[in-house]
T-cell receptor, first 115, second 113 residues
Framework: GAGVSQSPSNKVTEKGKDVELRCDPI?????LYWYRQSLGQGLEFLIY????????KSGLPSDRFSAERTGGSVSTLTIQRTQQEDSAVYLC?????????????FGSGTQLSVL | AQSVTQLGSHVSVSEGALVLLRCNYS??????LFWYVQYPNQGLQLLLKYTTGATLVKGINGFEAEFKKSETSFHLTKPSAHMSDAAEYFCAVSDGAGTALIFGKGTTLSVSS
């Protein structure tokens, strides 16, 4: 596609439910990032995939959060047993190369609201 | 591990005034440094970046930033603010060794007429 696509754009869920957020990166981009954006916290790094290497999971806030990337393309971020503090915009970004000096292309994000 | 500190969560300037947004970083190796901008109701986009070479980097919309190793800073400036510059600005750092790009908490720029 022309850009990074994220779905759904909005997700409202009840506390304790599981949610899955999807990211389709730009075709051919080897790097894929997930970030969380909430008021006053800026962009919080969650996880980073680079090609076939083991992902950098150092930003995941708890073991309720997990992500996978299938076939080096589509990625799914899963939040289990959602809590109200998980409410935020979840952003996905991709970049072309293996080096982290590359420009990131961001999706429009998924607004997650946990009631 | 690298980190970024943006001084001032909100900056207000008058149209035509100098814009200065501050960013300090921490990195154990020569860093790659970035400024991204998020206009209202739009996605994040790259404003400018420093990787190697010239320490004064020019970006889009008249913005520039200077990498100062001795001060571990990468402040963003624009000589004359325009109303359309009102947005949230994020500084980011990477060590380029395959680790993730880390962002600061952002600075919201307001421009008044």
């Amino acid at each position: 596609g022309a850009g990074v696509s994220q779905s759904p754009s909005n997700k409202v869920t009840e506390k304790g439910k599981d949610v899955e957020l999807r990211c389709d990166p730009i075709s051919g981009h080897t790097a894929l990032y997930w970030y969380r954006q909430s008021l006053g916290q800026g962009l919080e790094f969650l996880i980073y995939f680079q090609g076939n290497s083991a992902p950098d999971k150092s930003g995941l806030p708890s073991d309720r959060f997990s992500a996978e990337r299938t076939g080096g393309s589509v990625s799914t971020l899963t939040i289990q047993r959602t809590q109200q503090e998980d409410s935020a915009v979840y952003l996905c970004a991709s970049s072309l190369g293996r080096l982290t000096n590359e420009k990131l292309f961001f999706g429009s994000g998924t607004q997650l609201s946990v009631l | 591990a690298q980190s970024v500190t943006q001084l001032g969560s909100h900056v207000s300037v008058s149209e035509g005034a100098l814009v200065l947004l501050r960013c300090n970083y921490s990195s154990s190796v020569p860093p790659y440094l970035f400024w991204y901008v998020q206009y209202p109701n739009q996605g994040l986009q790259l404003l400018l970046k420093y990787t190697t070479g010239a320490t004064l980097v020019k970006g889009i919309n008249g913005f520039e930033a200077e990498f100062k190793k001795s001060e571990t800073s990468f402040h963003l400036t624009k000589p004359s603010a325009h109303m359309s510059d009102a947005a949230e600005y994020f500084c980011a750092v990477s060590d380029g060794a395959g680790t993730a790009l880390i962002f600061g908490k952002g600075t919201t720029l307001s421009v008044s007429s």
